[in-house]
C-alpha cells in the first residue's frame, strides 16, 4: 500500500512536460488518471523518482471533431466518453468500451490515453482503436508526430512512444456510410479484467459485402492484438452466419492467451470465439446489413 519516495512535478505546459521527461529520462513517470500507475507504484512493481503530473497542462483534454476525424483529448476521462452525443451516436464501439471499463470511480479519473499509453493486452481501448484504425499524436522535444495504431503497440506495457514523448491525442476516422462497430468483452464480474473481448468495426456495400472490416482482440495474446486472419476470411464477402462463424473460429486459432486465473488457454480461445461472433453479429447490424 505505501509507494517509494518520488519528487512531483505539475507543469503547466506541455513543453515544460517534456522538458521534464527529457531531463529525468527513464526515472520519470507521467501521472494521467493514476488508475494503473499508483496501484503499481503501491505494490513496488514501479518506483518511480519523478511523478510528472500532467492533469494541469490546459488543451489535454476534450472530445472535438477534426477533419473527418473524431480526436479525443489524452486526458479525456472514461466518464466523458459515456457522456459525449458524438460519442453515443456515431461511434457505439467506443460507449461499448468506456462503460465496460472497471468502475464510475475509476472512470471518473482513468484517461483514454492511459489506457493505450499503459500498453496492458488487458485494457480494453487497444482493441477498440485497433478496429477503428486510429492514429496516436505524441509531441517530444522535436516537436508533434503520428503513430498508426498498427505501430502503437510493441511488446507488453510497452508502446512505440519514446521516454520523452508525451501522447496527447487519439485521431479517430469517422466511419463512412453503411459502417457499424462493436466491442464485446467477457468478464468474470463487473470491474474485472476480460478473459476476452474483441472489437469489430466493418463497412458493408450496396450489395452488402464486406468492404472493410478490423478486428482487434483484448487479453489473448502478450500485447493487443489484430485477428488478421479473421478479417482476411471476411474481406470481400457476404457476411453469413457462416462467415461469420468461420472468422470467429479464426479468431480463436490465432489468439495466443496464457493459461491464468481468468481460465486455461484453450477456454480462453472459447471465449474469444464467442465474443468475436457477437461482436461482428453487432457491428452488422449497426452497419444497417439486412439479416446479419
Ligand atoms: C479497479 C480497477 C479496474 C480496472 N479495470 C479495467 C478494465 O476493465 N479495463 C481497462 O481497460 N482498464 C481497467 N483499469 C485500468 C484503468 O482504466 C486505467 O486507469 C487506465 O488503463 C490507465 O489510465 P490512467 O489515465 O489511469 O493512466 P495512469 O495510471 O496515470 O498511467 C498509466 C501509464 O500510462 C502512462 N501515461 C499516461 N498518460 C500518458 C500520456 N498522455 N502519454 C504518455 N504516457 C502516458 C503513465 O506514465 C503510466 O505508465 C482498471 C483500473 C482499476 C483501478
Redesign the pocket.
Known amino acids: 500500500m505505501i509507494p517509494g519516495p518520488f519528487e512531483y512535478h505539475a507543469p503547466a505546459s506541455l513543453s515544460e512536460a517534456v522538458a521534464l521527461l527529457s531531463e529525468h529520462g527513464l526515472d520519470a513517470?507521467?501521472?494521467?488518471?493514476?488508475?494503473?500507475?499508483?496501484?503499481?507504484m503501491k505494490f513496488r512493481f514501479?518506483e518511480p523518482a519523478v511523478i510528472v503530473d500532467?492533469n494541469r497542462i490546459p488543451g489535454?483534454g476534450g472530445i472535438r471533431r477534426e477533419n473527418g476525424h473524431l480526436v479525443l483529448g489524452?486526458?479525456t476521462r472514461?466518464a466523458e466518453l459515456e457522456d459525449d452525443e458524438a460519442v453515443r451516436t456515431e461511434f457505439p464501439i467506443i460507449l461499448d468500451t468506456a462503460v465496460?471499463?472497471?468502475?464510475p470511480l475509476?472512470?471518473n479519473?482513468?484517461?483514454?490515453?492511459?489506457?493505450l499509453?499503459?500498453?496492458?493486452p488487458?485494457?480494453?481501448?487497444p482493441a477498440t482503436m485497433l478496429a477503428l484504425g486510429a492514429e496516436i499524436v505524441?509531441t517530444g522535444p522535436n516537436g508533434e508526430r503520428t503513430i498508426p495504431i498498427d505501430e502503437f503497440f510493441v511488446d507488453t506495457?510497452t508502446t512505440a512512444?519514446a521516454a520523452d514523448?508525451?501522447?496527447?491525442a487519439i485521431r479517430i476516422p469517422v466511419p463512412g456510410p453503411r459502417s457499424g462497430g462493436a466491442y464485446v468483452?467477457f468478464?468474470r464480474k463487473a470491474?474485472?479484467?476480460?478473459i476476452a473481448g474483441a472489437a469489430v468495426q466493418l463497412t458493408l456495400d450496396e450489395a452488402g459485402q464486406v468492404t472493410s472490416v478490423r478486428i482487434g482482440l483484448?487479453n489473448v495474446n502478450y500485447m493487443p492484438m489484430r485477428a488478421k486472419q479473421a478479417e482476411a476470411a471476411l474481406l470481400g464477402k457476404e457476411p453469413t452466419e457462416e462467415a461469420i462463424r468461420e472468422a470467429a473460429r479464426l479468431a480463436g486459432e490465432e489468439c495466443d492467451p496464457s493459461s491464468d486465473l481468468r481460465g486455461p488457454a484453450d477456454y480462453k480461445r472459447a471465449v474469444t470465439r464467442t465474443v468475436t461472433a457477437r461482436a461482428l453479429r453487432r457491428a452488422l447490424e449497426r452497419a444497417g446489413a439486412a439479416a446479419a
Open positions: 513517470k507521467l501521472l494521467a488518471g493514476g488508475q494503473s500507475l499508483i496501484p503499481l514501479v500532467l489535454l489524452a486526458l472514461e465496460v471499463i472497471a468502475d475509476v472512470r479519473l482513468a484517461t483514454v490515453g492511459g489506457n499509453a499503459h500498453a496492458d488487458a485494457n480494453d481501448h505524441a506495457f512512444l514523448e508525451v501522447l496527447t468483452k468478464e470491474g474485472d479484467y476480460a483484448t
